[in-house]
């Protein structure tokens, strides 16, 4: 069974870093392109940034542009997300998503990890 386990959120103060992980299980994690989501308080889930399996390519959400990166390791099943200068407007529940060939498509999300910036 397929399986995305993030971690590393928390309270920031503006201008702070965090480093998000997500721990992937039960596919072959370095086939797959990958992917962080982010959903604040009555707004609607929106794409962060994604990379592909092999890392040449990433791609960002133009608010984090700069600020944020997207990594991941394949020989630990595990992408990351450092985020810098982060802002107030960053402040969201971030989640970890695959989308995974198994006979059919299937779409893996996280349980989701909290971001809280604020002084």
């Known amino acids: 069974q397929s399986q995305l386990v993030e971690s590393g959120g928390g309270l920031v103060q503006p201008g702070g870093s965090l480093r998000l992980s997500c721990a992937a299980s039960?596919?072959?994690?370095?086939?797959?392109?990958m992917s962080w989501y982010r959903q604040a308080p009555g707004k609607e889930r929106e794409l962060v940034a994604s990379i592909t399996s092999t890392s040449s390519s990433t791609n960002y959400a133009d608010s984090v542009k700069g600020r944020f990166t997207i990594s991941r390791d394949n020989a630990k099943n595990t992408v990351y997300l450092q985020m810098n200068s982060l802002k107030p407007e960053d402040t969201a529940v971030y989640y970890c998503y695959a989308l995974v060939y198994s006979k059919a498509w299937f779409q893996y999300w996280g349980q989701g990890t909290q971001v809280t910036v604020s002084s």
């Open positions: 039960g596919f072959t994690f370095s086939t797959y392109a």
